[in-house]
């Protein structure tokens, strides 16, 4: 099973960045899916996660209407759609997954249950500054 990131970069505060997880040799219809991040001397912290059974997601305050999950079924791919970003956007963002067939996907996306994920990407590294 492969989970690889990519789309990070050096984005200007109020611009837009796009990131995505594919995810290989794994049925996504069974495993919830989520974004991580880790800022510079901070915990890392869910961000968002896509529930496999419902589609429900889940988003952490500060970035609530300014972020989006959402799956490419084709391609079996999570993308984190970033808008308005600013600056305490900064961090390493990581992609994970987890079975998770019925419940949603909150149940255990939680940012102290990084390690009870099934799988894990390594990260890719967003940068807000002007």
């Known amino acids: 099973v492969g989970v690889e990131e990519s789309g990070g970069g050096l984005a200007q505060p109020g611009n837009s960045l796009r990131l995505s997880c594919v995810v290989s040799?794994?049925?996504?219809?069974?495993?919830?899916s989520g974004w991580f991040r880790q800022a510079p001397g901070k915990e890392r912290e869910v961000v968002a996660c896509?529930?496999?059974?419902?589609?429900?997601?889940h988003y952490l305050d500060s970035v609530q209407g300014r972020f989006t999950i959402y799956r490419d079924h084709a391609k079996n791919t999570v993308h984190l759609q970033m808008n308005s970003l600013n600056p305490e956007d900064t961090a390493v963002y990581y992609c994970?997954?987890?079975?998770?067939?019925?419940?949603?996907?909150?149940?255990?996306?939680?940012?102290?249950?990084?390690?009870?994920?099934?799988?894990r990407g390594k990260g890719t590294l967003v940068t807000v500054s002007s």
């Open positions: 896509l529930s496999a059974g419902d589609g429900s997601t």
């Open positions: 040799d794994l049925n996504l219809n069974y495993y919830s």
């Open positions: 994970a997954v987890r079975f998770l067939p019925s419940l949603v996907c909150s149940t255990e996306f939680k940012s102290q249950n990084w390690y009870g994920m099934d799988y």
